[in-house]
């Protein structure tokens, strides 16, 4: 592949990715979504990659790099690193390239996801399990590559899979009937960013792109504020699918080059938007899925009268992990609050604070009761449920006025770790 000209993947190259794709990725629909449409007063579109047969954009990036190794370079089988969804890229276009696999994944990545790639690959792949991010595995999977000789397929700092991914705005711009305005992209590695943007640039030159990462991981925007591509310490691993603690060389020029603007997301409104798409859409989103959606509640201001489209990167979210993303959201929207309570020692206590403190609406959905050696106080930790976020002060009101109150947990990361 050409050396990219300012910082930019060549149409040439995309058309190409677009062709030798054909035939396994799936030209995914782009969805006017009415109810989001309504909430911003704008015309919103989601670019549904959800709906691929791996559940996201990576087979594109996947299947056009490997569909172009040699067969010197396949002789010895290729290797990947993966949090999920590159993974399963991989793993499908080993089966149907016939090609030998191993794929790193980290001890932390969603027992679905897992599945999924054992599915996907059938007897062409092998999956080793190592560390607690997608860069231990990627150091793990580069130490392989160099013992076996085998040929390492990056998730996102290569040419040809960022070509592959650019096929996604080949798609958008041929779908849609109407001007783009915002375009928001997801940010993991940057790779879909990279090839995004620089179709955008080329053919959609007016439309304002923006970059959209995880509060816990912000890669991009911290190598942005420094002026170079900086390794983060330490990432909250929760949106697993754009978890990096740095994102690629190749990829941050190309970001840093073509991104109008970048966000960061909180990890309860991702939540929250993981549920309101599931809730009203029957969309099954994971949280890198939700990240372009969740970024519309921080631009409603500025998308109002305009058209938008949000790329939902992916669409492997784990059932199992649906009460945690609960959880998440309801403190994230205020509705949900956890509290020492110091219970007087003697009977009716309890009764008192149902009857007296909770209002007619709140309900009690956590409660560990420990007596300590004060014999007139012992302390319970207390989790309180409202339906509307107006009701929490009317709440600690009554709880001091009563003699309830002995501390607010939620803004104690420390002892709410500790104790919930």
């Known amino acids: 592949m050409k050396v990219p000209v300012k910082n930019r993947i060549s149409l040439e190259e995309i058309y190409k990715a677009q062709q030798n794709v054909k035939g396994v990725v ?17 015309d919103i579109y989601f670019k549904r990659e959800d709906l691929q047969v ?6 594109r990036g996947a299947f056009n790099k490997i569909q172009g190794l040699s067969k010197a370079a396949l002789v010895n089988g290729i290797v990947c690193a993966s949090a999920g969804n590159h993974a399963q890229g991989v793993a499908y276009a080993c089966k149907k390239l016939k090609v030998n696999g191993t794929i790193f994944m980290p001890v932390t990545t969603p027992h679905q996801k897992i599945n999924q790639v054992k599915m996907f690959g059938g007897e062409f792949i092998r999956i080793q399990l190592f560390g607690d991010s997608f860069d231990d595995s990627q150091k793990a999977a580069n130490n392989y590559c160099n013992t076996t000789q085998s040929t390492f397929v990056h998730p996102f700092n290569d040419l040809d899979v960022i070509a592959g991914q650019g096929t996604v705005a080949l798609e958008i711009l041929n779908d849609s009937s109407s001007k783009i305005d915002y375009l928001f992209l997801p940010v993991g590695g940057g790779g879909l960013a990279s090839g995004v943007s620089s179709v955008f640039k080329t053919l959609s030159p007016h439309t304002k792109i923006i970059g959209v990462e995880p509060k816990g991981a912000p890669s991009l925007t911290t190598s942005l504020k420094n002026g170079k591509n900086t390794t983060l310490q330490h990432i909250e691993k929760f949106v697993d699918g754009a978890a990096v603690k740095r994102m690629g060389d190749l990829t941050f020029q190309f970001c840093k080059e073509l991104l109008d603007d970048t966000d960061t997301i909180n990890e309860g409104l991702i939540c929250s938007t993981i549920l309101k798409v599931y809730n009203e859409n029957a969309l099954v989103v994971e949280p890198a ?3 372009a959606i969740a970024a519309l509640e921080n631009h409603k201001e500025q998308i109002k009268g305009k058209t938008v489209v949000c790329v939902v990167s992916g669409g492997n979210n784990d059932i199992t992990r649906m009460e945690e993303m609960k959880e998440r959201a309801l403190l994230y929207e205020g509705l949900k609050h956890y509290f020492i309570i110091k219970f007087p020692q003697r009977a009716g206590a309890l009764k008192e604070f149902v009857v007296d403190v909770l209002g007619e609406n709140d309900d009690i959905s956590y409660f560990e009761y420990t007596k300590k050696n004060n014999r007139d ?8 449920e409202l339906t509307s976020k107006n009701d929490f002060e009317p709440l600690v009101k009554r709880m001091e006025e009563k003699g309830f109150l002995g501390e607010y947990l939620n803004n104690n990361p420390e002892l709410f770790q500790f104790l919930i």
């Open 26 to 42: 799936e030209h995914t629909p782009l969805v006017y979504m009415k109810n989001f449409s309504q909430k911003y007063q704008a």
């Open 54 to 59: 791996v559940r996201s954009y990576k087979i």
């Open 289 to 291: 899925g939700a990240l």
């Open 377 to 384: 106080k012992g302390p319970a930790v207390v989790g309180i």
